[in-house]
């Protein structure tokens, strides 16, 4: 497992040693992890994959953890890919696909990031650790912290989903709260880590945790025959997991795990209507995107109202030739409600939003409904108790109905 070579800024290009602790480049932008695919391709080839474990750490040649023996792992990744024959047709896309994440240690794709990340601190002699969190990624690195015996403090905004407050402070952080948003709680973060000795493991201010997100995109490939969908769309907050999605599709290519005539997907990322800043930025042409203000969604995993790597999204959008759309809330309830009563699928909102998109974009003309499209659901419905509030009728003791 040493094919990981060097971290490179993603803005200026500067690489760095990648056995030592970095945060973000002397530029401010942020450290993406490169490998010798070279090497990785011929170390292993997708044939070879098929006997590995059912988890994400089946592409180990191309993840940055180097001694086996410093993998945290929970299970996570290699989660269902499943068709939706009966939402697909009852939307007019009978080609309809749910990568569910839901499914992971935690309830979300945040596991992934969570694994990597934690193991590279745990390689690299972390012992604490603190990042700002809508809920989610909290839970996620507190339980993946707990099993290697790092410190987790969490700064997360007063509204954040009980349940990751739970999971969150059950597995043992340091938890604190914020009347704010999450770019407030980062800014608290990033002014406490130095005098605690937290590393800060903030979105792409931390190099590895894409790592771990990007290897849906591997999933994909893989579950696909090593074949891709026409069209992906992911719920977008920090946009890591886009991110990791093109940055994976890019490493297959180069190692040659996918063959030319496989198109690249479009890329299609999806915020909510009370906080789309990349949305914004998309539709003026420009390269990076304005904090938005007074942001508020039901989607809390896709409330950021300025994103480190929005550059890095909007770039993967344009280059696949993909497009950046917002949903208002009621669709992604609508979502919600359809995917959940059609499919027995209950997922979490950020990617209910997904299937409002997906009707939105149709209607527009943007999807053919011969396309294979690709909802990357990110969690579990069952980690938002109270998003529906079903009234049931109550019946006395022995009442017949
Ligand atoms: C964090 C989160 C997102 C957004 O993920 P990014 O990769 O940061 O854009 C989407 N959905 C859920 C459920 C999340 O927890
Ligand atoms: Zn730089």
Redesign the pocket.
């Known amino acids: 497992m040493a094919f990981l070579t060097h971290l490179e800024c993603a803005k200026c290009g500067k690489t760095y040693d990648p056995n030592l602790i970095h945060n973000l480049c002397e530029c401010g932008g942020p450290l993406l992890v490169r490998y010798d695919l070279k090497a990785a391709a011929a170390a292993v080839s997708p044939a070879r994959l098929a006997g590995r474990p059912a988890n994400l750490w089946r592409y180990r040649e191309v993840l940055p953890v180097q001694n086996e023996a410093n993998i945290v792992t929970l299970g996570e990744g290699m989660t269902p890919l499943l068709p939706l024959p009966r939402l697909g047709s009852a939307m007019g896309l009978p080609g309809l696909l749910l990568k569910d994440e839901g499914v992971n240690p935690t309830g ?3 596991a992934r990031g969570a694994a990597t990340g934690i193991s590279r601190a745990k390689e690299l002699g972390i012992r604490a650790v603190a990042m700002p969190t ?4 909290g839970g996620a690195w507190a339980s993946y912290g707990a099993r290697a015996g790092i410190e987790v403090t969490l700064v997360m905004p007063v509204d954040a989903p009980a349940m990751s407050v739970l999971e969150a402070t059950a597995v043992g952080a340091r938890a604190y709260m914020v009347r704010g948003q999450i770019t407030d709680a980062g800014a608290i973060v990033a002014k406490s880590a130095k005098a605690h000795g937290w590393f800060e493991a903030a ?1 792409l201010k931390e190099p590895y945790r894409i790592e771990g ?1 990007k290897t849906m995109g591997y999933e994909i490939a893989e579950q696909m025959g090593w074949t891709l969908p026409d069209v992906i769309l992911y ?8 991110i990791g999605i093109y940055k994976a599709i890019l490493e297959m290519r180069e190692m040659g795990w996918l063959p030319d005539s496989v198109k690249m997907p479009r890329l299609v990322a999806v915020q909510a209507e009370g906080c789309q800043p990349i949305v914004k930025a998309f539709n003026e042409g420009k390269d990076v995107s304005e904090k938005w203000e007074n942001a508020e969604t039901v ?1 809390q ?2 409330r ?1 109202p300025k994103a480190l790597g929005d550059f890095l999204v909007l770039q993967a959008v344009r280059a696949t030739g993909g497009t950046c759309v917002a949903v208002p809330d009621a669709d992604t309830l609508w979502g919600l409600e359809q995917i959940s009563r059609l499919e027995g699928a209950f997922i ?1 909102p ?2 209910a939003s997904l299937v409002g998109a997906a009707r939105n974009l149709l209607r527009d003309g943007w999807l053919q409904p011969d396309e294979k499209v690709l909802l990357l659901n ?2 579990a419905g069952i980690k938002y108790p109270d998003i529906l509030r079903p009234e049931l009728p109550v019946l006395e003791i022995g009442a017949a109905i």
């Open positions: 979300t794709f945040k809508n809920g989610n990624a979105t997100k719920p977008t907050g920090g946009g890591v997991g886009i989607a995993g896709i950021v979490c950020e990617g990110t969690g």
